[in-house]
């Protein structure tokens, strides 16, 4: 089963992804857009695993979800390819409490599973992957830059995710 795991959010938070897209495309960009259901911040991307490693994981997430803090959203930004954007993303300010509890799951993922992951990690939140920017894509973005977004984290999740024409459909597992 194709799974990774990640961060969800509460209406408040959804809601302002939605708006912002809104934006986006009224002022051009064409983009496959996150839909509102899918919109998360990813911790992990597992692949395919096997459903013991599926039990492992849960059993680690549990462990986990003891510890609830705040992140804070505070621009938009983007990956580019060539000299244009390829992927919109809120990004955070750097977070202790998010870094610790991505590196306790690394550390425990590894013992238990023997998955490792590469460094560089770099939380954020995808808006869409964009197929078309407008030649005023530059000034766009920096007039989306500065926002204020504080999301309470209370869980991690694992999902799986089903490949279809349409897009992906997730599954929270846990």
């Given at each position: 089963m194709r799974c990774f795991i990640a961060l969800s959010?509460?209406?408040?938070?959804?809601?302002?992804?939605?708006?912002?897209?809104?934006?986006?495309?009224?002022?051009?960009?064409?983009?496959?857009?996150?839909?509102r259901e899918n919109l998360h911040l990813t911790l992990f991307f597992m692949g395919e695993i096997e459903q013991n490693e599926i039990s492992m994981l849960k059993r680690i997430?549990?462990?986990?979800?003891?510890?609830?803090?705040?992140i804070d959203?505070?621009?938009?930004?983007?990956?580019?390819?060539s000299d244009t954007p390829s992927v919109i993303w809120l990004g955070l300010k750097e977070n202790q409490e998010l870094k610790t509890l991505y590196e306790d799951l690394c550390i425990e993922i590894k013992k238990r599973?023997?998955?490792?992951?590469?460094?560089?990690?770099?939380?954020h939140l995808t808006l869409g992957r964009v197929k078309y920017a407008p030649e005023n894509w530059r000034d766009v973005l920096q007039k989306q830059h500065h926002i204020k977004l504080r999301p309470f984290i209370e869980k991690v999740h694992l999902y799986s995710s089903t490949l279809i024409k349409k897009g992906p459909i997730y599954e929270q597992l846990i």
């Amino acid at each position: 089963m194709r799974c990774f795991i990640a961060l969800s959010f509460d209406d408040k938070v959804n809601t302002f992804c939605q708006e912002k897209i809104s934006e986006l495309k009224r002022a051009g960009f064409r983009a496959k857009w996150v839909e509102r259901e899918n919109l998360h911040l990813t911790l992990f991307f597992m692949g395919e695993i096997e459903q013991n490693e599926i039990s492992m994981l849960k059993r680690i997430i549990k462990e986990q979800n003891t510890k609830s803090f705040y992140i804070d959203f505070d621009r938009i930004g983007y990956f580019k390819h060539s000299d244009t954007p390829s992927v919109i993303w809120l990004g955070l300010k750097e977070n202790q409490e998010l870094k610790t509890l991505y590196e306790d799951l690394c550390i425990e993922i590894k013992k238990r599973t023997g998955m490792t992951f590469g460094d560089g990690y770099r939380p954020h939140l995808t808006l869409g992957r964009v197929k078309y920017a407008p030649e005023n894509w530059r000034d766009v973005l920096q007039k989306q830059h500065h926002i204020k977004l504080r999301p309470f984290i209370e869980k991690v999740h694992l999902y799986s995710s089903t490949l279809i024409k349409k897009g992906p459909i997730y599954e929270q597992l846990i």
